[in-house]
C-alpha cells in the first residue's frame, strides 16, 4: 500500500465530492459510489467526506484505457 506523506508546510489539496464530480465529468453521487466501493480514496473528517488531489490523480491514471485498445464497428 502507498503512504501519503504530507509535509505539514504545505496546503492539503482535499477537494470535496462535489468538486471531485465536476473534474470526472459525473455525478456527485457517483463520487459517492466509488468512494463506498473503495474504488477512490478518501478521507473523512467527522462527518465530511474528501478525497487527496493525490489520489484523484492515480485514481485518473488507473483508469486510462490507451485508444488503441478500443474496437470501433461501423
Same mark, same amino acid.
Given at each position: 500500500?502507498?503512504? $501519503?506523506?504530507?509535509?505539514?508546510?504545505?496546503?492539503?489539496?482535499? $477537494?470535496?465530492?462535489?468538486?471531485?464530480?465536476?473534474? $470526472?465529468?459525473?455525478?456527485?453521487? $457517483?463520487?459517492?459510489?466509488?468512494?463506498?466501493?473503495?474504488?477512490?480514496?478518501?478521507?473523512?473528517?467527522?462527518?465530511?467526506?474528501?478525497?487527496?488531489? @493525490? @489520489?484523484?490523480?492515480?485514481?485518473?491514471?488507473?483508469?486510462?484505457?490507451?485508444? @488503441?485498445?478500443?474496437?470501433?464497428?461501423?
Amino acid at each position: 500500500m502507498n503512504e $501519503l506523506v504530507i509535509n505539514p508546510q504545505e496546503k492539503v489539496p482535499l $477537494l470535496k465530492a462535489n468538486e471531485v464530480a465536476e473534474i $470526472l465529468n459525473i455525478s456527485r453521487s $457517483l463520487v459517492y459510489q466509488l468512494i463506498h466501493t473503495g474504488e477512490i480514496p478518501h478521507i473523512r473528517i467527522n462527518q465530511a467526506v474528501r478525497v487527496h488531489q @493525490d @489520489d484523484l490523480n492515480r485514481y485518473i491514471e488507473s483508469n486510462r484505457i490507451e485508444s @488503441d485498445t478500443y474496437l470501433i464497428h461501423s
